[in-house]
């Protein structure tokens, strides 16, 4: 059925257009159907003229097969090329307005903070506050605009081939239980609950240590960010052949069906995520699959809206 709707999409030229934001004209699949009109009226004409002046049927058949599959050929290569621009074009416009948003409330806090300090105008407020208060607030919102520039230039390495990491012998029930003490606190206060199991004697995994903390760590804070009021994140690490399992499971919020499909795409957020305020830049679980995926492992999930979800991902033994 999915696979019915995808190919259903991916033939409608009106839909191209409305993911590219361009003209008709413009779109790569209404191009693609104009040109595949265009390649069977000059393999018809073709066909006449050779018939015309050829008298050998089998001649007839492999110029016509010839003219077509040069002319598919072209189509496919001229399409191909014009589908990467416009996808490029829609991730640059994309970009400039997600980065936009995402500097935008953190500058602007910083702005206002500053204003405290500094305006006259302000005394009653500044008095109600002490320096560390504001101090915070500056901490916070620099975190989160260091935090956005690291995922963006993350991005830009793996999109341009420019990604490097090392492996290593990583002991990953070890790994994990440093990131749950670290995330414990923000677990406790948002009334999260982490267990974490493991099959004992685990073999060490090859990976890079310094990346993989990062993908358990945006699993777990996910795991727990996307739970509301209260629940329990479940971490199960296990052998299962030459590779190591890793399952996390969370009564959070879960994931729209519809936009399962979209979930590990650069700058992708579900609405119901938007319509809890969620912080976050969409580059997580994208940067994660790949990291995953350069370490010779692979990451996937399930999710039930209003449920919750459940991400694995492999990784290969040393």
Same mark, same amino acid.
């Given at each position: 059925?999915?696979?019915?709707?995808?190919?259903?999409?991916?033939?409608?030229?009106?839909?191209?257009?409305?993911?590219?934001?361009?003209?008709? %004209?413009?779109?790569?699949?209404?191009?693609?159907?104009?040109?595949?009109?265009?390649?069977?009226?000059?393999?018809?004409?073709?066909?006449?003229?050779?018939?015309?002046?050829?008298?050998?049927?089998?001649?007839?058949?492999?110029?016509?097969?010839?003219?077509? #599959?040069?002319?598919?050929?072209? +189509?496919?290569?001229? #399409?191909?090329?014009?589908?990467?621009?416009?996808?490029?074009?829609?991730?640059?416009?994309?970009?400039?307005?997600?980065?936009?948003?995402?500097?935008?409330?953190?500058?602007?806090?910083?702005?206002?903070?500053?204003?405290?300090?500094?305006?006259?105008?302000?005394?009653?407020?500044?008095?109600?506050?002490?320096?560390?208060?504001?101090?915070?607030?500056?901490?916070?919102?620099?975190?989160?605009?260091?935090?956005?520039?690291?995922?963006?230039? #993350?991005?830009?390495?793996? +999109?341009?081939?420019?990604?490097?990491?090392?492996?290593?012998?990583?002991?990953?029930?070890?790994?994990?239980?440093?990131?749950?003490?670290?995330?414990?606190?923000?677990?406790?206060?948002?009334?999260?609950?982490?267990?974490?199991?493991?099959?004992?004697?685990?073999?060490?995994?090859?990976?890079?240590?310094? %990346?993989?903390?990062?993908?358990?760590?945006?699993?777990? +804070?996910?795991?727990?960010?996307?739970?509301?009021?209260?629940?329990?994140?479940?971490?199960?690490?296990?052998?299962?052949?030459?590779?190591?399992?890793?399952?996390?499971?969370?009564?959070?919020?879960?994931?729209?069906?519809?936009?399962?499909?979209?979930?590990?795409?650069?700058?992708?957020?579900?609405?119901?995520?938007?319509?809890?305020? $969620?912080?976050?830049?969409?580059?997580?679980?994208?940067?994660?699959?790949?990291?995953?995926?350069?370490?010779?492992?692979?990451?996937?999930?399930?999710?039930?809206?209003?449920?919750?979800? $459940?991400? %694995?991902?492999?990784?290969?033994?040393?």
């Amino acid at each position: 059925m999915k696979n019915t709707e995808k190919i259903l999409e991916s033939l409608n030229p009106l839909a191209s257009c409305k993911k590219y934001r361009i003209p008709l %004209w413009q779109c790569p699949h209404f191009l693609f159907l104009l040109m595949g009109v265009i390649i069977i009226v000059v393999i018809i004409a073709t066909y006449f003229i050779a018939t015309l002046r050829i008298n050998n049927p089998q001649s007839v058949a492999l110029i016509v097969i010839a003219v077509a #599959t040069v002319l598919i050929i072209i +189509d496919f290569i001229i #399409t191909r090329s014009i589908e990467r621009m416009a996808e490029a074009s829609r991730m640059k416009t994309e970009f400039i307005g997600i980065v936009s948003h995402k500097l935008r409330t953190p500058l602007t806090n910083l702005k206002f903070s500053l204003e405290l300090l500094l305006s006259s105008r302000f005394k009653k407020v500044r008095e109600k506050m002490n320096e560390e208060d504001y101090m915070a607030i500056l901490k916070e919102n620099t975190q989160k605009m260091i935090d956005l520039l690291n995922d963006l230039l #993350t991005v830009s390495r793996i +999109d341009t081939g420019e990604f490097y990491f090392k492996k290593e012998a990583v002991f990953l029930e070890e790994l994990t239980k440093k990131i749950v003490l670290r995330l414990k606190p923000f677990a406790q206060a948002s009334n999260v609950k982490i267990m974490l199991a493991a099959e004992k004697n685990l073999p060490i995994v090859s990976a890079d240590p310094f %990346w993989l903390e990062g993908v358990i760590g945006k699993l777990v +804070d996910n795991a727990i960010r996307y739970i509301k009021h209260q629940g329990e994140v479940q971490i199960k690490i296990q052998k299962r052949k030459k590779e190591l399992l890793f399952e996390i499971r969370d009564t959070g919020v879960g994931i729209p069906k519809e936009e399962q499909r979209y979930i590990f795409q650069r700058f992708f957020r579900s609405r119901n995520v938007l319509k809890h305020q $969620t912080e976050g830049t969409g580059l997580g679980l994208y940067i994660a699959k790949k990291i995953l995926e350069f370490m010779g492992g692979k990451i996937w999930f399930k999710s039930k809206e209003g449920e919750g979800s $459940t991400f %694995w991902f492999t990784l290969p033994i040393k």
